[in-house]
């Protein structure tokens, strides 16, 4: 691909590449798809550069807890443990701290990410905020976290997906940005759950057969019915009884709740629709099998940086196939568990479904044909070939884009 | 303001737990089923909120945090006040800790 070439692509809206995908001539298809697999990887590269300018100085990612002592006034707390300090006599700031530490751990070694902004972004928490707040947040920089009220919810640090999901917040608004509106917010949402989850399998070296896929466990006190806040491997069902009501996720498509972009309708059901998402994570950590962080990590890693501020449902998954065949190949194992895992979701991967549909309609029309008794066989294996062709110029020129085989 | 008359209910959004508060209708308190001194430290906190001064926008940065809506019915007239955890009014909040604290909430 030439410079020109590489230029003029770089402003090609993604939807209108994804229309290209589904294009009868296979020279579009191929074109669309190699100028999204390009994008899809500047994208990533320009979003952390524009960041570069307003990151925080490198700190060496030091953390720092904070005591709000039961008040909401940031300001006004006190240091309850430094990165070179003694442990804490309160539990709570201690679990905030090496929570934070397991995290920025994580990240670095498994994506050598230096903390969320990459650049050793200093890492601050806020812990005993408000009073029964039952809730812990990412205020753009920080984290604070409630004690809960005792009677539903106990000490959000206690769980260490919370705190990762958390701090995930802070990783995705240093790459893709995901408005927190709609699909994209859905997504943002999803992502902090996955890598939430990832850092506690990888804290707890669970493979992905033997973590439990829920986000929160520990938050619930003992005396509240349910599982967890969310569940990844079977969203809907982490709660339901009469004082929490029913697990408002949908596991596939089909159940897509549409709720106003509000307050009340949780910006278009941020938290309600991540569900979907979160399982075909789930299906493809399965499907590959071993530790989810892994293959399947790096691909929705990879994706993430390659994600922008709108994308969707559609798209990310869509990239999550191709940063799959990029990273392990085409057809891999690895990609056929992310195309297997969006399909049972409810999603089909946008070039999959047009080159399948042609390949599935050329071959009901041959039967179609030899039933009728004309001979145009010699035309109907032309075209057969024809697509073979593209098929597999297109899968060598994928492996050629793609770099080295991540582990 | 007619105390007897005034139906204050309030509602959380968001948050780590957004799924459970999604489904939950307004928890809604009844001043005419308090008692005077409650009724009337009640009329006073929502005269408060009221007044208090627009909050700061809010950050389109934050993520998970919660907001709340306090909605004030009184002799037909309805005053809906919306506001978050980073950005909430101290009258808002002493507001919203009384309905939070008060029994059956």
């Known amino acids: ?407 | 303001m007619n105390v007897d008359g005034m139906k204050v209910s309030y509602a959380s959004h968001g948050g780590q737990a957004a799924g459970l508060f999604v489904q939950r209708p307004p928890v809604v308190v009844d001043a005419a089923t308090l008692d005077p001194t409650r009724a009337s430290e009640l009329k006073s906190l929502v005269d408060a909120a009221i007044a208090a001064p627009s909050p700061a926008a809010r950050s389109d940065k934050t993520r998970d945090e919660m907001s709340y809506t306090i909605t004030v019915q009184d002799d037909g007239h309805e005053t809906r006040l919306s506001q978050s955890d980073t950005t909430m009014s101290a009258e808002f909040r002493r507001l919203l800790d009384w309905l939070r604290h008060h029994p059956g909430s």
């Open chain 1, 1 to 407: 691909m030439n410079s020109r070439c590489r230029c003029i692509n770089c402003i090609t809206p993604p939807h209108i590449l994804k229309k290209l995908l589904e294009n009868p001539d296979g020279k579009v298809r191929d074109a669309a798809l190699r100028t999204l697999l390009t994008t899809a990887s500047l994208r990533g590269e320009r979003r952390i550069r524009s960041l570069m300018g307003f990151a925080a100085a490198p700190s060496g990612a030091r953390r720092t807890i904070f005591d709000c002592n039961s008040t909401t006034t940031l300001p006004s707390a006190t240091l309850a443990r430094s990165e070179d300090g003694r442990p804490s006599s309160d539990q709570t700031a201690n679990d905030a701290f090496d929570g934070l530490g397991k995290t920025r751990q994580f990240y670095k070694e498994v994506f050598d990410r230096d903390s969320l902004d990459g650049n050793g972004m200093r890492l601050n928490g806020y812990v005993h905020y408000g009073s029964a707040y039952n809730n812990a947040f990412w205020n753009g920089s920080e984290m604070i976290f409630g004690d809960g009220d005792g009677v539903l919810f106990t000490d959000f640090t206690k769980s260490l997906d919370v705190i990762a999901h958390e701090l995930t917040h802070g990783v995705t608004e240093f790459s893709a940005g995901l408005e927190y509106h709609n699909q994209s917010g859905a997504l943002n949402e999803s992502i902090s759950d996955v890598f939430g989850s990832l850092v506690k399998q990888w804290a707890g070296q669970q493979t992905a057969e033997q973590a439990d896929w829920l986000i929160g466990a520990e938050v619930f006190t003992p005396g509240t019915s349910g599982d967890a806040l969310r569940s990844m491997k079977a969203p809907g069902k982490a709660y339901n009884n009469p004082t929490l009501g029913r697990d408002p996720q949908p596991d596939n498509m089909s159940k897509y709740v549409n709720l106003p972009d509000t307050d009340d309708g949780d910006n278009g059901g941020v938290h309600i629709n991540s569900g979907i998402p979160n399982r075909a994570f789930y299906l493809t950590a399965i499907g590959i099998g071993g530790f989810a962080w892994e293959a399947p990590g790096h691909i929705w890693y990879a994706s993430l940086k390659a994600s922008s501020a709108k994308t969707d449902f559609q798209e990310f998954a869509d990239t999550t196939y191709l940063q799959a065949g990029q990273m392990y190949g085409q057809q891999s194992a690895e990609q056929q568990a992310v195309l297997a895992a969006w399909k049972e979701v409810g999603i089909r991967i946008s070039g999959v479904r047009a080159l399948a549909g042609t390949a599935t309609r050329i071959k009901k029309q041959a039967a179609l044909t030899m039933g009728n008794g004309r001979d145009q066989d010699q035309e109907i294996m032309r075209r057969i070939d024809e697509l073979s062709s593209q098929l597999a110029t297109l899968t060598q020129e994928v492996a050629s884009l793609g770099g080295g085989r991540p582990h």
